[in-house]
């Protein structure tokens, strides 16, 4: 590597326990950039050893530049927020990280933990998928080779899907359902139901209630309106109903 170029090294916190639950989650943290390194929307990894990952810098959490944007950032062209344009990038590059974990060959991989932090932004490499320490392996079946559903023990975050919260049987749509929050949050420039504490948010998602999106986003004619209108095919209820990553990125 050339001295000029940025890197970051990844390393446990120290108030985590050294065993074989954390070496596992940064083993498939690694193991799922490594296979994914050909992915331009995924961060790329240079080294893994233990529990330490060394990656390229690829800027600053996607959350921090959409609520706590620079004097720089704020006018960008691109990428600009406050843009129709600005914000299908954006969507488009979120999207397409997605897309890369779940049609990957012999996948697809579940994140299981999609939030507006786990992507990486950068006013010229864009926005790029990170943090692949939940993630599962989905498994065939070994007869007819069909995909395999999955349980997740637990749904401790805010951004779960509805089926995670019921403790349902699991399929690569969780994501989506996670990532209609981030969609929400890059098309209206909030956080879905803003600071209502974790029990109330949960209680919205196991009833079927989707976060308000303003008017002037929805209106025929809006240049937002598709946008929109595919936050909330993310938002499907039922898993199976669930519009996939490949059709986002399609659409």
């Known amino acids: 590597m050339r001295g000029d170029v940025p890197a970051v090294l990844k390393m446990m916190k120290s108030e985590h326990k050294l065993d074989a639950r954390n070496f596992d989650r940064h083993r498939r943290d690694a193991l799922v950039m ?3 390194t050909s992915s331009e929307h995924i961060v790329s990894m240079y080294g893994f050893c233990g529990n330490s990952v060394l990656t390229e810098y690829a800027g600053r959490t996607l959350k921090e530049f959409l609520f706590e944007p620079t004097e720089e950032e704020l006018h960008l062209e691109r ?20 897309e890369s974990l779940h049609e990957i060959p012999d996948g ?9 932090q786990q992507f990486l932004f950068d006013p010229i490499k864009g926005v790029k998928f990170n943090d692949f320490n ?16 999955i349980k997740i023990p637990s749904a401790p975050g805010r951004y779960r899907s509805p089926e995670e919260y019921k403790r349902g049987d699991l399929t690569e749509k969780l994501d989506i ?38 008017t002037k986003f929805t209106s025929p004619g809006s240049p937002d309106a598709d946008f929109a209108n595919l936050v909330l095919k993310c938002y499907e209820y039922y898993a199976d109903k669930r519009i996939s990553a ?3 990125a399609q659409s």
């Open 246 to 248: 490949r059709e986002l």
């Open 34 to 36: 490594e296979r994914l």
């Open 79 to 98: 990428y600009a927020r406050d843009t129709t344009i600005g914000r299908l990038q954006l969507a488009l590059d979120v999207v397409r990280g997605v």
């Open 108 to 116: 697809p991989i579940i994140h299981a933990d999609i939030q507006s």
């Open 134 to 149: 939940r993630c599962r392996f989905i498994p065939q079946h070994k007869v007819s080779g069909a995909q395999c559903k």
């Open 177 to 214: 359902f996670s990532l209609a929050h981030v969609l929400y949050s890059i098309l209206v420039g909030v956080e879905p139901w803003g600071d209502i504490d974790k029990k109330a948010f949960v209680n919205k998602v196991t009833n079927r209630e989707k976060p308000s999106i303003p």
